[in-house]
C-alpha cells in the first residue's frame, strides 16, 4: 500500500504508470482515477506557479517528464500551453507505451506543427495519439477523465472501447 497525491491508499499495478502532463481540472480528475484504479500516477507541470497550485490542491507535481517505460502512457491536458512541444517531444524521446493529447479532434492538433519545428521526425510524431478517450459526449474534467481513463484501459486490454463486444 501506498499513500498517493490525494491521499487514498492504493495498490499500485507494476506495470501501469500514467503520466498526466500539464496541471488541469481534467489533469486532477485524471490522476485520482487512475491512481483508485491501480495506476502509478505522475503529474507533470513546468510551470512553478501552477506546480505550487497544484499542491495547494493536494496534488503532487514534477517539473519535467520521467523516464518512461514501455508501461507507460502519458496524456497532455492542456494543448494550448506554450510547452507543449517540449513536453511532448521529452516524451518522444522513451518508449511509452501510449502518448496522447487531448483536444477537439474537429480541430488540427497544435502538436503537430510544435513537434515539426523541433525537427522531431513525422515517424515519432505519428505516435501521438489524439483525441484521446472514448466518444461518450464527455462535457465536463471528471467525464473527460473518465472518457480518458476508460480509452486506456480499453486500448491496455486490446479492446475498442464503447459498445463492441
Not at 496541471?23 to 505550487?52: I, M, N, W
Request: proline fraction near 8%.
Amino acid at each position: 500500500m501506498r499513500a498517493v497525491a490525494h491521499g487514498a491508499p492504493t495498490t499500485l499495478a507494476a506495470d501501469r504508470m500514467l503520466v498526466t502532463v500539464f496541471a488541469s481540472p481534467v489533469a486532477a480528475h485524471l490522476v485520482r482515477y487512475a491512481t483508485d484504479a491501480g495506476y502509478q500516477t505522475v503529474l507533470v507541470e513546468p510551470d512553478p506557479d501552477r506546480r505550487a497550485k497544484a499542491a495547494a490542491d493536494g496534488l503532487v507535481a514534477v517539473a519535467a517528464v520521467p523516464t518512461l517505460t514501455c508501461d507507460a502512457d502519458l496524456v497532455v491536458t492542456d494543448h494550448h500551453r506554450e510547452e507543449l512541444g517540449q513536453m511532448l517531444a521529452d516524451a518522444l524521446k522513451h518508449p511509452a507505451r501510449w502518448i496522447g493529447v487531448m483536444g477537439n479532434p474537429r480541430h488540427p492538433g497544435p502538436h503537430v506543427a510544435a513537434l515539426q519545428s523541433r525537427a522531431v521526425p513525422a515517424t515519432d510524431i505519428a505516435r501521438v495519439h489524439r483525441p484521446v478517450g472514448l466518444n461518450i459526449g464527455s462535457r465536463t474534467p471528471a467525464e473527460i477523465a473518465i472518457s480518458t481513463l476508460a480509452g486506456l484501459i480499453a486500448d491496455r486490454n486490446s479492446r475498442p472501447g464503447g459498445f463492441d463486444f
